[in-house]
Protein backbone atom coordinates (compact mmCIF):
# COMPACT_ATOMS: atom_id res chain seq x y z
CA UNK A 1 0.00 0.00 0.00
CA UNK A 2 3.19 2.53 0.46
CA UNK A 3 2.82 4.89 3.40
CA UNK A 4 1.96 7.59 1.37
CA UNK A 5 -1.28 9.45 3.04
CA UNK A 6 -3.90 10.64 0.69
CA UNK A 7 -2.82 14.22 1.05
CA UNK A 8 0.94 13.33 0.48
CA UNK A 9 -0.67 11.53 -2.90
CA UNK A 10 -2.81 14.50 -3.93
CA UNK A 11 -0.04 16.88 -3.34
CA UNK A 12 2.06 15.21 -5.37
CA UNK A 13 -0.53 14.51 -8.15
CA UNK A 14 -1.47 18.65 -8.11
CA UNK A 15 1.94 20.64 -7.60
CA UNK A 16 3.08 20.11 -11.15
CA UNK A 17 -0.87 21.36 -12.14
CA UNK A 18 -1.03 24.20 -10.35
CA UNK A 19 2.45 25.05 -10.93
CA UNK A 20 1.38 24.97 -14.98
CA UNK A 21 -0.70 27.82 -14.45
CA UNK A 22 2.07 29.76 -12.33
CA UNK A 23 0.37 29.42 -8.75
CA UNK A 24 1.83 27.56 -5.94
CA UNK A 25 0.28 25.05 -4.10
CA UNK A 26 -0.32 25.34 -0.51
CA UNK A 27 -2.04 23.12 1.43
CA UNK A 28 -4.95 20.66 0.58
CA UNK A 29 -7.78 19.65 2.70
CA UNK A 30 -10.34 16.40 2.40
CA UNK A 31 -13.18 16.45 4.65
CA UNK A 32 -16.22 14.13 4.71
CA UNK A 33 -19.75 15.78 4.22
CA UNK A 34 -22.20 13.38 4.73
CA UNK A 35 -21.56 11.38 1.74
CA UNK A 36 -20.01 13.56 -0.16
CA UNK A 37 -16.14 14.36 0.16
CA UNK A 38 -15.07 18.37 0.15
CA UNK A 39 -11.42 18.51 -1.31
CA UNK A 40 -10.14 21.81 -1.04
CA UNK A 41 -7.19 22.89 -3.07
CA UNK A 42 -5.17 26.31 -1.30
CA UNK A 43 -3.69 28.40 -3.67
CA UNK A 44 -1.37 31.36 -3.69
CA UNK A 45 0.70 33.54 -5.87
CA UNK A 46 3.20 36.60 -5.28
CA UNK A 47 0.57 39.39 -6.22
CA UNK A 48 -2.50 37.06 -5.03
CA UNK A 49 -5.28 35.30 -6.58
CA UNK A 50 -7.62 36.38 -8.97
CA UNK A 51 -11.16 34.79 -9.72
CA UNK A 52 -9.80 34.30 -12.98
CA UNK A 53 -7.08 32.44 -11.97
CA UNK A 54 -9.24 30.23 -9.25
CA UNK A 55 -11.43 29.27 -12.24
CA UNK A 56 -8.42 27.65 -14.25
CA UNK A 57 -6.49 25.88 -12.04
CA UNK A 58 -10.08 24.73 -11.14
CA UNK A 59 -10.60 23.47 -14.30
CA UNK A 60 -6.81 22.24 -14.58
CA UNK A 61 -7.07 20.58 -11.28
CA UNK A 62 -10.60 18.62 -11.94
CA UNK A 63 -9.11 17.12 -15.31
CA UNK A 64 -5.91 15.95 -13.59
CA UNK A 65 -8.36 14.27 -11.04
CA UNK A 66 -10.79 12.94 -13.48
CA UNK A 67 -7.17 11.21 -15.21
CA UNK A 68 -6.23 9.15 -12.25
CA UNK A 69 -8.68 7.45 -9.63
CA UNK A 70 -6.92 8.90 -6.98
CA UNK A 71 -9.98 10.14 -5.56
CA UNK A 72 -12.32 6.69 -6.60
CA UNK A 73 -15.37 6.43 -7.53
CA UNK A 74 -17.52 8.49 -4.79
CA UNK A 75 -19.15 12.02 -5.77
CA UNK A 76 -16.84 14.61 -4.43
CA UNK A 77 -17.04 18.64 -4.28
CA UNK A 78 -13.42 20.40 -5.28
CA UNK A 79 -13.42 24.07 -3.72
CA UNK A 80 -10.10 25.94 -5.12
CA UNK A 81 -9.54 29.17 -2.52
CA UNK A 82 -6.43 31.54 -2.03
CA UNK A 83 -5.30 31.39 1.63
CA UNK A 84 -7.38 34.12 3.97
CA UNK A 85 -5.54 36.65 5.78
CA UNK A 86 -5.67 34.72 9.04
CA UNK A 87 -3.73 32.21 7.31
CA UNK A 88 -0.43 32.42 9.73
CA UNK A 89 2.44 33.35 8.30
CA UNK A 90 4.73 30.07 8.37
CA UNK A 91 6.96 30.35 5.00
CA UNK A 92 9.43 32.42 3.15
CA UNK A 93 6.77 33.02 0.70
CA UNK A 94 4.29 33.51 2.97
CA UNK A 95 6.12 36.72 4.58
CA UNK A 96 7.37 38.08 1.59
CA UNK A 97 3.70 38.50 0.01
CA UNK A 98 2.93 40.12 3.40
CA UNK A 99 5.12 42.94 2.78
CA UNK A 100 4.25 46.33 3.92
CA UNK A 101 1.72 44.80 6.22
CA UNK A 102 1.29 45.03 9.58
CA UNK A 103 2.41 41.88 11.89
CA UNK A 104 2.14 40.10 14.98
CA UNK A 105 5.48 38.18 14.95
CA UNK A 106 5.42 34.94 17.43
CA UNK A 107 8.93 34.15 17.86
CA UNK A 108 10.26 30.94 19.68
CA UNK A 109 10.92 31.79 22.46
CA UNK A 110 7.58 32.95 23.34
CA UNK A 111 7.63 36.76 22.95
CA UNK A 112 5.53 38.33 20.04
CA UNK A 113 6.65 41.44 18.14
CA UNK A 114 4.14 43.42 16.32
CA UNK A 115 5.75 45.60 12.98
CA UNK A 116 5.44 46.47 9.58
CA UNK A 117 6.96 43.85 7.30
CA UNK A 118 9.34 46.37 5.46
CA UNK A 119 11.33 43.18 3.32
CA UNK A 120 11.70 39.43 3.38
CA UNK A 121 14.20 37.57 1.75
CA UNK A 122 15.44 33.85 2.19
CA UNK A 123 16.55 33.83 5.38
CA UNK A 124 14.66 36.12 7.36
CA UNK A 125 12.47 39.06 7.54
CA UNK A 126 12.97 42.71 7.91
CA UNK A 127 10.44 43.99 10.25
CA UNK A 128 9.96 48.02 11.66
CA UNK A 129 8.85 48.04 15.13
CA UNK A 130 7.62 51.35 16.31
CA UNK A 131 10.28 53.15 13.58
CA UNK A 132 12.89 50.85 14.46
CA UNK A 133 14.11 48.15 12.47
CA UNK A 134 15.00 45.04 13.61
CA UNK A 135 15.87 41.85 11.27
CA UNK A 136 14.92 38.08 12.54
CA UNK A 137 16.08 35.31 11.01
CA UNK A 138 13.10 32.34 10.07
CA UNK A 139 15.01 30.31 12.75
CA UNK A 140 13.94 32.36 15.13
CA UNK A 141 10.10 33.24 14.04
CA UNK A 142 7.84 30.48 15.18
CA UNK A 143 5.13 32.64 13.42
CA UNK A 144 3.55 35.66 11.90
CA UNK A 145 -0.17 36.98 11.66
CA UNK A 146 -1.19 39.82 9.66
CA UNK A 147 -3.37 42.22 11.46
CA UNK A 148 -5.98 43.86 9.92
CA UNK A 149 -5.70 47.25 9.74
CA UNK A 150 -8.52 50.44 9.22
CA UNK A 151 -7.19 52.85 6.68
CA UNK A 152 -8.18 56.31 6.68
CA UNK A 153 -9.68 57.25 3.28
CA UNK A 154 -7.37 60.20 3.71
CA UNK A 155 -4.36 57.77 3.82
CA UNK A 156 -2.94 57.50 0.48
CA UNK A 157 -0.04 55.78 -1.06
CA UNK A 158 2.44 58.32 -2.30
CA UNK A 159 2.08 62.19 -2.69
CA UNK A 160 -0.29 63.37 -5.35
CA UNK A 161 -2.99 65.22 -3.77
Not at 119 to 144: C, I, K, T, W
Amino acid sequence: MGSASPRDHLMKLLEPVVSAEGLDLEDITVTQAGRRRLLRVIVDRDGGVSLDDVAEVSQAVSTALDETDVMGEAAYTLEVSSPGVDRPLTEPRHWRRAAKRLVKAELKDGTVVEGRIKAADESGVDLDVAGVPQRFGYEVLARGRVQVEFRRFDDVDGDEG
